[in-house]
T-cell receptor, first 114, second 110 residues
Framework: GAGVSQSPSNKVTEKGKDVELRCDPISGHTALYWYRQSLGQGLEFLIY????????KSGLPSDRFSAERTGGSVSTLTIQRTQQEDSAVYLC????????????FGPGTRLLVL | GQQVMQIPQYQHVQEGEDFTTYCNSSTTLSNIQWYKQRPGGHPVFLIQ?????EVKKQKRLTFQFGEAKKNSSLHITATQTTDVGTYFCRLNQAGTALIFGKGTTLSVSS
């Protein structure tokens, strides 16, 4: 596609529910990243996929967070048993081949946990 | 681990004044990237600096990479209201996790 797309754009859920956030990277990009941005804060790295390599999960804040990337393209970030502190904007980005390159960000998913 | 400090956290200027944000790393970098995030938007890539002492310009924006490749600055000359947003530096060092600075949020009053 022309850019990175994410869905849904907004998600409101109740505490304790599971949510799935989707990211479609730019076609041909092998590297994909998930970040979390709380209101007025910086970008918190969550997870990084590079081709067929094992993902770098070092940024995931707890075992309630997981992510998959199927077929080297679309990625899903899953948050289980959501908590109010999970409320944030979840940004996905992709780059052509490696973490050293320019990252192209999607519009983000705004998650609100009530 | 690698540390990054970006200062100031916030800056308010009058339109026409200059603005500078600084990004400092505790370790030597392979390269550094700068991104801009408009209010309500997502980060957008501005530039990448690779060489020691490198200086690049984009219209009113001047980017510098320190001689020791541990720090960088972004300077905006004669700010305009369109410059409003948060400016992030992103550090690249081989073998480390992806690190963004906390950003400098610029507000401009006309």
């Amino acid at each position: 596609g022309a850019g990175v797309s994410q869905s849904p754009s907004n998600k409101v859920t109740e505490k304790g529910k599971d949510v799935e956030l989707r990211c479609d990277p730019i076609s041909g990009h092998t590297a994909l990243y998930w970040y979390r941005q709380s209101l007025g804060q910086g970008l918190e790295f969550l997870i990084y996929f590079q081709g067929n390599s094992a993902p770098d999960k070092s940024g995931l804040p707890s075992d309630r967070f997981s992510a998959e990337r199927t077929g080297g393209s679309v990625s899903t970030l899953t948050i289980q048993r959501t908590q109010q502190e999970d409320s944030a904007v979840y940004l996905c980005a992709s780059s052509y081949a490696s973490a050293q390159e320019t990252q192209y960000f999607g519009p983000g998913t705004r998650l609100l946990v009530l | 681990g690698q540390q990054v400090m970006q200062i100031p956290q916030y800056q308010h200027v009058q339109e026409g004044e200059d603005f500078t944000t600084y990004c400092n790393s505790s370790t030597t970098l392979s390269n550094i990237q700068w991104y801009k995030q408009r209010p309500g938007g997502h980060p957008v890539f501005l530039i990448q600096l690779v060489k020691s002492g490198e200086v690049k310009k984009q219209k009113r924006l001047t980017f510098q990479f320190g001689e020791a490749k541990k720090n960088s600055s972004l300077h905006i000359t004669a700010t305009q209201t369109t410059d409003v947003g948060t400016y992030f530096c992103r550090l690249n060092q081989a073998g480390t996790a992806l690190i963004f600075g906390k950003g400098t949020t610029l507000s401009v009053s006309s």
